[in-house]
């Protein structure tokens, strides 16, 4: 049978494992008999009488049938939030237990053997969304706060949480359908034409409306480059420093260095804060002419990691001329994203900068060993990406892939309404477009859509969320 959205849903809402505190969440219209089945508190009272928004000490205790019965399984708050003033706007019931596989997984069990059902991923967000507190662009942004990979990027999507994306494109909504009753009434009354100035503020609201959508769109690039981040590879000739500089970046010992040349034998990744921007940054093995098949492989993986990259580091060393290897990679890598980046700077220069300018335009000299303009290089990737240091994520900045191809789809009926208008075309021909704009933006919100869809976006969720 499927699940029903009337159930009582229980899931652990902490990440399992040893830390401080371990949180099962209830949330339904039983979550208040359940955990009065499960908890006793120092004051003698029920969960049912308490009121709402309030944190209650006592301990739960096992109600399996058997010898154990009655038995303090551990120590908790519990903390009661009523409807509808509830994330879910249900009943919900949080108890605070102490972390640990066995004491939260306990707890959950015994609120599953009274009745509550396991949740399923994202059931209690999808609630919140189904029960009118939050519209479908803030539940996604849930999501986006969870996975936030930098400051920028948490910003974005508290934001979003917040609900200022969507008061953005309630407003464009709010133009849309203004224009829309103006063109029903004209095609219920055919006999009374559209006048000039009926017609120029038509006109005025659906440019406005074009703009603001345009605005959306063109941040969206930066928004979702901060979302998702950018893939960079550091490639070069052995030994010319690629693992010097993943730790310098890292500013901390992540890959081994050593003179000996090759020592890097396979790719190693990590997340990187840069300016705002993750960059998930790779330092690849140095080999151009493998030894042996483990060698062979870690070329392959070089070559796979490069071809993907958005962005590629393409280290030189400022102590010797160019060679072969530099040469046949400064070739295949002409269509790439490369910023040109010479170590050793500290050292005599034998490299022959002008002919790397002369294929990658601007260099950018450092000392990795020496920790010397690290921060010119993580300048010039960010300025690869935004022509600029990004300090502050615009308030409506729309970073979700699905909400950034609705508000093109959008745009696009708004610019062939404005061609009809001005083409004095229909008025139903003109209705229909900016009826598919407003789909579109409702798509986004949620004030229609699809089960299909729900499940596609809350299966990306945790459990307990």
Same mark, same amino acid.
């Given at each position: 049978?499927?699940?029903?959205?009337?159930?009582?849903?229980?899931?652990?809402?902490?990440?399992?494992?040893?830390?401080?505190?371990?949180?099962?969440?209830?949330?339904?219209?039983?979550?208040?008999?359940?955990?009065?089945?499960?908890? @006793?508190?120092?004051?003698?009272?029920?969960?049912?009488?308490?009121?709402?928004?309030?944190?209650?000490?006592?301990?739960?205790?096992?109600?399996?049938?058997?010898?154990?019965?009655?038995?303090?399984?551990?120590?908790?708050?519990?903390?009661?939030? %009523?409807?509808?003033?509830?994330?879910?706007?249900?009943?919900?019931?949080?108890?605070?237990?102490?972390?640990?596989?066995?004491?939260? #997984? %306990?707890?959950?069990?015994? !609120?599953?053997?009274?009745?509550?059902?396991?949740?399923?991923?994202?059931?209690?967000?999808?609630?919140?969304?189904?029960?009118? #507190?939050?519209?479908?662009?803030?539940?996604?942004?849930?999501?986006?706060?969870?996975?936030?990979?930098?400051?920028?990027?948490?910003?974005?999507?508290? =934001?979003?949480?917040?609900?200022?994306?969507?008061?953005?494109?309630?407003?464009?909504?709010?133009?849309?359908?203004?224009?829309?009753?103006?063109?029903?009434?004209?095609?219920?009354?055919?006999?009374?034409?559209?006048?000039?100035?009926?017609?120029?503020?038509? @006109?005025?609201?659906?440019?406005?409306?074009?703009?603001?959508?345009?605005?959306?769109?063109?941040?969206?690039?930066?928004? @979702?480059?901060?979302?998702?981040?950018?893939?960079?590879?550091? !490639?070069?000739?052995?030994?010319?420093?690629?693992?010097?500089?993943?730790?310098?970046?890292?500013?901390?010992?992540?890959?081994?260095?050593?003179?000996?040349?090759?020592?890097?034998?396979?790719?190693? =990744?990590?997340?990187?804060?840069?300016?705002?921007?993750?960059?998930?940054?790779?330092?690849?093995?140095?080999?151009?002419?493998?030894?042996?098949?483990?060698?062979?492989?870690?070329?392959?993986?070089?070559?796979?990691?490069?071809?993907?990259?958005?962005?590629?580091?393409?280290?030189?060393?400022?102590?010797?001329?160019?060679?072969?290897?530099?040469?046949?990679?400064?070739?295949?890598?002409?269509?790439?994203?490369?910023?040109?980046?010479?170590?050793?700077?500290?050292?005599?220069?034998?490299?022959?900068?002008?002919?790397? !300018?002369?294929?990658?335009?601007?260099?950018? =000299?450092?000392?990795?060993?020496?920790?010397?303009?690290?921060?010119?290089?993580?300048?010039?990737?960010?300025?690869?990406?935004?022509?600029?240091?990004?300090?502050?994520?615009?308030?409506?900045?729309?970073?979700?892939? %699905?909400?950034?191809?609705?508000?093109?789809?959008?745009?696009?009926?708004?610019?062939?309404?404005?061609?009809?208008?001005?083409?004095?075309?229909?008025?139903?021909?003109?209705?229909?477009?900016?009826?598919?704009?407003?789909? !579109?933006?409702?798509?986004?919100?949620?004030? #229609?859509?699809?089960? =299909?869809?729900?499940?596609?976006?809350?299966?990306?969720?945790?459990?307990?969320?």
């Amino acid at each position: 049978m499927k699940n029903s959205s009337i159930d009582t849903i229980a899931a652990i809402s902490t990440s399992v494992g040893d830390s401080g505190i371990g949180i099962v969440r209830l949330s339904g219209k039983d979550a208040l008999d359940i955990a009065g089945k499960i908890f @006793k508190s120092k004051d003698g009272k029920k969960p049912l009488e308490y009121k709402t928004h309030t944190i209650h000490y006592g301990w739960v205790i096992n109600t399996s049938k058997g010898e154990k019965t009655g038995e303090i399984v551990d120590e908790a708050l519990l903390t009661v939030m %009523r409807a509808p003033r509830s994330f879910t706007k249900e009943d919900i019931v949080e108890i605070n237990c102490h972390a640990g596989i066995v004491a939260t #997984r %306990r707890v959950l069990e015994l !609120c599953l053997e009274n009745n509550a059902r396991l949740a399923e991923p994202g059931e209690f967000t999808k609630r919140a969304f189904l029960n009118g #507190r939050i519209d479908l662009a803030q539940a996604e942004a849930v999501l986006d706060v969870i996975r936030a990979k930098t400051d920028l990027a948490l910003r974005i999507g508290a =934001e979003q949480l917040k609900g200022s994306l969507s008061a953005g494109l309630n407003r464009i909504r709010a133009d849309l359908i203004e224009t829309l009753t103006s063109l029903e009434a004209n095609i219920d009354f055919p006999e009374e034409d559209i006048s000039l100035v009926a017609g120029a503020s038509m @006109k005025n609201k659906l440019i406005g409306a074009h703009k603001a959508l345009k605005e959306l769109i063109l941040g969206s690039k930066k928004a @979702k480059i901060m979302r998702e981040g950018i893939a960079a590879v550091i !490639c070069g000739k052995p030994n010319v420093g690629k693992s010097s500089l993943l730790n310098a970046l890292l500013r901390r010992e992540r890959s081994i260095v050593s003179p000996v040349a090759g020592t890097t034998r396979d790719t190693i =990744e990590e997340i990187i804060d840069i300016q705002g921007i993750p960059v998930r940054i790779v330092d690849t093995a140095g080999i151009l002419e493998p030894r042996d098949l483990v060698e062979r492989m870690a070329v392959s993986r070089s070559k796979s990691q490069i071809k993907n990259a958005d962005l590629v580091l393409l280290l030189f060393d400022n102590n010797k001329k160019l060679s072969k290897e530099d040469r046949f990679l400064m070739q295949r890598l002409r269509r790439k994203t490369v910023i040109a980046v010479v170590n050793k700077s500290d050292l005599a220069g034998r490299l022959d900068k002008g002919a790397v !300018c002369r294929a990658f335009g601007p260099i950018v =000299e450092i000392s990795a060993k020496k920790m010397k303009n690290i921060n010119l290089l993580e300048e010039a990737i960010s300025k690869i990406f935004f022509q600029g240091r990004v300090s502050t994520p615009e308030p409506l900045w729309m970073s979700n892939l %699905r909400h950034i191809n609705k508000a093109v789809q959008a745009q696009k009926f708004i610019e062939s309404s404005l061609n009809s208008l001005d083409n004095s075309l229909s008025p139903e021909l003109i209705s229909e477009d900016i009826k598919e704009a407003l789909y !579109c933006l409702d798509d986004i919100l949620g004030l #229609r859509f699809s089960e =299909e869809l729900l499940e596609k976006i809350f299966s990306e969720f945790c459990i307990g969320k």
